[in-house]
């Protein structure tokens, strides 16, 4: 957005998810929130630009470097010594008037004719809220703030509150500059909640797509993320949303506003045992869950309030923890040990995992330096400080919290065993010295010294193993090898970064992570006049892609967003059908055939890039041809809009489709220059499963004699017919048997996501000189 107005100031409307430098993760995710229409409370930001100018201007930044210095990463107190310093000095220094009187101004328009308003005002870090990182919880929260004295503090707290002991572990730990990382101030009109909570729009624990998961309690909603009390434990399936289960957890305390303070008081009796929400709220919190995750194509963690039977949404961001669960041999070795024992304690499974530990009971943060690596923390309930600790630990167990509190969130994120809301911990666990913590089952067992030290032994085997690879990948990304390695891409802002790898170029380029990021129906754009805007905003971004590669190649696909995926955009719902299996319905090359007026803005924006911007790099790809025909028509499209093949412009066709296999020798002779594999939907249609569906993924297997077969049959037909062959699905990251067949069956190249290049392409490397071994042989 353009802010030149007034630097220090922005409303939520001005704001959308690309304005993360100046409003932080929470802040852009507020405004985009408004922006489509969902029911957020008002409000405005104090922006990072704010913060920055106040920590240049004041002149505390030397004395805070030095600070930063005394840290020693061995002793986790030293964080909070330093904290405690750190946020003095900003404290006690002078507050810009400008700013103040900014603050007030926005304070006034907000509250309007009724007064003072009461307010919550929230940190929003600019690393914040990231796909890839989760800085939440980290800093200052403040809740029913009224005055201007008060509400002219707590932003100068939230200031402060970026260097809170855990937030400064937690930005060492990732790399992240002190100095860069800023601070917005997001203030909104509080929410007296009668019942708040989180949810999530897939289960945090399991990674399932299908599932939402709503937790709740009464009163404000700082004491689910705390872990202060149990919640309520609401599961859904995202499609039909039908309540599959429900846990329902007592509820004695609640966090409310009394007076002119906010504290805690009890739950009168008769609610205490109640269900916190009724099935139609459960069910229409849902319908909003999966609607926010339809909007950012990304499963989110969302935080809602309920005041008055009217439901608001105070936050969301992306769920950073998924990830596939694949059981290690030492997990099921221990899983048998435990298969007869009885367990001596049970509470939710919060972060999977089986594993044996010491057990460490830990009563306040001043005793985390009494954690040791391989101890079992346990305690009443985790807080941020608690992360130094945690790191240490091979698993957490907690007296209380849910799947959404602070204790399962972080546990993830470190990808160790957790167990919440167990009651009685500290107590129990107190008896053992030694325990199995089973995070996928929430349970407990009695265990002794030899599993522990087998345990210990098994991460000391990971962290040596993460060593090697880091030493390995110095090395592999030397290695050449002749099938070439590309990488799979969708992010504009990755490009860079990705391009310094050891890569032969992008295999994949996705179109649909940038037109979702244009945000607007193409043919809405069309409607509105507005052709040129969308073919320049779509070639600024594939130029990205292509600049940072050159001179490798960089293979774009075309768009295969389903009829349910373009309804999200704006305009959507306008242009496309509601179709009872989008994934065989109305996409690909049936599309571009009958909306061809929107191909031809893709191949515009390609030939902007290539002519006008000189980015001969750049291929085509075409995604889910069903046909010979269908290819043939298309490409007299290609044709028309002046694009023709040549040593420098190539065409390759995706083969993910029974008929691609079945059909190659016809597709190949209407004339392209290569194929990429399509394993995920090739192996889905082969085997008529769907691997996104509980019931029946457990059939998905990319190793399957049938998908096998299939694969085999494309890549030696390519090389029959001097045709390129390439694979751009997950398979050769997850099987690398299969990499070895692919290269055996005369593959040109793979294409992989960007984190495991280096393994895959060690893989080939070893492969390749098997395989001159045994020719020379």
């Not at 959404?404 to 972080?410: F, G, Q």
Request: hydrophobic share 40%; aromatic share 8%; charged share 25%.
């Amino acid at each position: 957005m353009n802010n030149k107005t007034n630097p220090n100031i922005v409303w939520f409307k001005d704001i959308g998810k690309n304005d993360l430098a100046l409003v932080g993760g929470k802040g852009a995710n507020l405004g985009e929130m408004v922006k489509i229409g969902l029911p957020v409370p008002n409000g405005f930001v104090v922006t990072a630009s704010a913060y920055f100018d106040f920590i240049e201007n004041s002149g505390v930044k030397p004395a805070l470097k030095e600070l930063l210095k005394q840290i020693d990463r061995e002793k986790p107190q030293s964080y909070l010594e330093v904290s405690v310093k750190i946020k003095k000095i900003i404290n006690n220094c002078d507050f810009p008037r400008q700013l103040s009187n900014d603050i007030l101004k926005a304070y006034a328009r907000l509250s309007g004719v009724f007064g003072e308003s009461l307010v919550a005002v929230r940190s929003s870090a600019t690393a914040e809220d990231l796909p890839e990182a989760s800085f939440a919880g980290q800093q200052r929260t403040f809740l029913n703030i009224k005055g201007e004295v008060d509400l002219v503090e707590a932003v100068r707290e939230c200031f402060a509150s970026l260097f809170e002991a855990r937030a400064i572990f937690y930005r060492e730990q990732n790399q992240f500059d002190h100095f860069s990382v800023g601070v917005a101030v997001p203030v909104q009109k509080m929410v007296q909640s009668q019942t708040s909570g989180v949810m999530f729009t897939c289960d945090p624990v399991t990674s399932q797509k299908n599932r939402i998961i709503i937790e709740a309690i009464f009163g404000l909603g700082e004491f689910i993320v705390q872990g202060t009390v149990t919640p309520d434990h609401y599961a859904l399936d995202s499609d039909s949303f039908k309540i599959l289960d429900k846990i329902l957890a007592p509820q004695k305390i609640q966090y409310v506003k009394s007076g002119n303070i906010n504290k805690t008081v009890g739950v009168p009796s008769k609610w205490q045992t109640k269900q916190k929400l009724s099935d139609s709220q459960i069910t229409e919190l849902a319908k909003i869950g999966k609607k926010i995750q339809k909007h950012y194509f990304f499963p989110q963690d969302i935080e809602w309030a309920i005041e008055k039977e009217k439901i608001y949404i105070l936050q969301t961001r992306p769920v950073t923890t998924i990830k596939e669960l694949k059981e290690t041999h030492f997990e099921k070795t221990i899983k048998e040990e435990v298969k007869e024992k009885v367990a001596i304690l049970e509470g939710q499974a919060a972060s999977p995992g089986i594993v044996t530990g010491s057990v460490n009971i830990i009563n306040s943060v001043r005793e985390i330096n009494k954690i040791k690596k391989g101890d079992i923390l346990v305690t009443d309930m985790t807080t941020p400080d608690f992360v130094p600790a945690m790191k240490k630990a091979v698993a957490i167990v907690t007296n209380k919290g849910g799947q959404t509190s602070h204790a399962a969130i972080v546990s993830r994120e470190l990808g160790i065993p957790c167990v919440v809301g167990t009651g009685s911990a500290t107590k129990t666990l107190g008896k053992y010295r030694f325990v199995t913590v089973d995070g996928t089952s929430g349970k407990i067992y009695k265990s002794d010294f030899s599993w522990a030290k087998k345990t210990i032994k098994e991460a000391e085997n990971k962290e040596l193993l993460s060593n090697d690879k880091s030493n390995r990948s110095s090395v592999s990304s030397q290695i050449r090898t002749a099938t070439k390695i590309y990488v799979n891409l969708g992010d504009p802002s990755l490009a860079e970064e990705v391009a310094q790898k050891n890569v032969d170029g992008v295999g994949l380029l996705r179109a649909e992570f940038m037109m979702a990021d244009i945000g607007i129906h193409p043919k809405k754009m069309i409607k509105d006049g507005k052709k040129k805007e969308y073919v320049s905003q779509l070639a600024e971004k594939i130029s990205s892609f292509c600049a940072a590669f050159y001179p490798r190649p960089v293979v774009y696909r075309t768009t295969d967003f389903k009829s349910n995926e373009y309804r999200n955009l704006k305009g959507g719902l306008d242009f496309e059908p509601v179709e009872p299996n989008p994934m065989l319905g109305f996409r690909g090359a049936s599309r571009y055939i009958i909306n061809s007026e929107v191909f031809e803005m893709e191949l515009e924006a390609i030939k902007m890039v290539r002519n006008k911007l000189g980015l001969k790099n750049l291929w085509l790809m075409l995604p889910f041809v069903r046909t010979p025909e269908e290819l043939a028509e298309v490409k007299k499209i290609i044709v028309s809009a002046g694009l023709l093949r040549s040593p420098s412009f190539k065409i390759w066709l995706m083969v993910e489709i029974p008929a691609n296999v079945i059909r190659l020798e016809d597709f190949l002779k209407i004339g392209i220059d290569g194929i990429s594999i399509g394993s995920n939907d090739l192996t889905m249609l082969l085997l008529g499963t769907d691997r996104d569906n509980s019931e029946v993924a457990n059939i998905f297997n990319e190793m399957d004699k049938t998908v096998l077969w299939a694969l085999e049959r494309v890549i030696k037909t390519c090389q029959k017919e001097k045709v390129t062959s390439s694979i751009c699905g997950q398979a050769p990251s997850e099987y690398p048997d299969l990499v070895e067949l692919l290269v055996r069956w005369g593959i040109t190249s793979i294409s992989v996501n960007p984190d495991i290049v280096d393994g895959v392409r060690e893989n080939v490397y070893q492969v390749e000189n098997k395989l001159l071994s045994e020719r020379r042989g």
